[in-house]
């Protein structure tokens, strides 16, 4: 079975400085990973995901995601956080032998810059 | 612009009622899936459809039922409402050979 940790529930960052917030996953083979932010009484908006190559995914609003297979790590980065950044983040996993398209999410980390 | 709409957004009906919450997309996608997002779970995957007339049971469909009569449409019922089943209920498309899910804004739902 695929699985994701998050294991901050919560990430406190002053504006300007970087962020990061963890995920790492199981699942059996090559993973299909994903970041994906919610903004209050909003859906999920899709960030950016990792198939295959380069293990630095770039995404949507200053956003990335360095991909570690030997930790099984997908961490989300921002070099300069936001005050607009305060949203709550999930991460996902398929497994290439999962179910088609159907992703598994993790609890989600709330992310709060501070001004 | 194609989007995917949930209607109502809130919603509140007592124990025992059948609810329907309706989900409908404009982007022409076969995949469809609905999940529920409670504090401490994240989201679960409630049921999804791959297509007209495919439904497929995901973690948590006890007490859920879905239809695909068309494309646009999965409308997720809760046949007899309880009181654990009160969440916020998303609904999401994908296109085939994709799996970025496009999410609807949500359908609060409370079962008094």
């Known amino acids: 079975a695929q699985s994701v940790a998050q294991p901050e529930d919560q990430v406190n960052v002053a504006e300007g400085n970087p962020l990061t917030v963890k995920c790492t996953y199981s699942?059996?083979?090559?993973?299909?990973l994903f970041w994906y932010v919610q903004y209050p009484n909003r859906g999920l908006q899709f960030l950016l995901k990792?198939?295959?190559?380069?293990?630095l995914v770039k995404g949507s609003y200053g956003f990335e995601a360095e991909f570690n297979k030997s930790q099984t790590s997908f961490h989300l980065k921002k070099p300069s956080a936001l005050v607009s950044d305060s949203a709550l983040y999930f991460c996902?996993?398929?497994?290439?032998?999962?179910?088609?398209?159907?992703?598994?999410f993790g609890k989600g980390t709330m992310l709060l810059v501070s001004p | 612009d194609a989007e995917i709409t949930q209607s109502p957004r809130h919603k509140i009906t007592e124990t025992g009622r059948q609810v329907t919450l309706a989900c409908h997309q404009t982007?022409?996608?076969?995949?469809m899936f609905w999940y529920r997002q409670d504090l401490g779970h994240g989201l679960r995957l409630i049921h999804y459809?791959?297509?007209?007339?495919?439904?497929n049971k995901g973690e948590v469909s006890d007490g859920y039922s879905v239809s695909r009569s068309n494309t646009e449409d999965l409308p997720l019922t809760l046949e007899s409402a309880a009181s654990s089943q009160t969440s916020v209920y998303f609904c999401a498309s994908s296109d085939v050979g994709r799996d970025e899910q496009y999410f609807g804004p949500g359908t609060r739902l409370t079962v008094t």
């Open positions: 982007w022409n996608h076969n995949n």
């Open positions: 699942v059996s083979g090559n993973p299909y």
């Open positions: 996902a996993v398929k497994g290439p032998n999962s179910g088609y398209s159907t992703l598994t």
């Open positions: 990792y198939i295959t190559g380069d293990n």
């Open positions: 459809s791959y297509g007209v007339q495919d439904t």
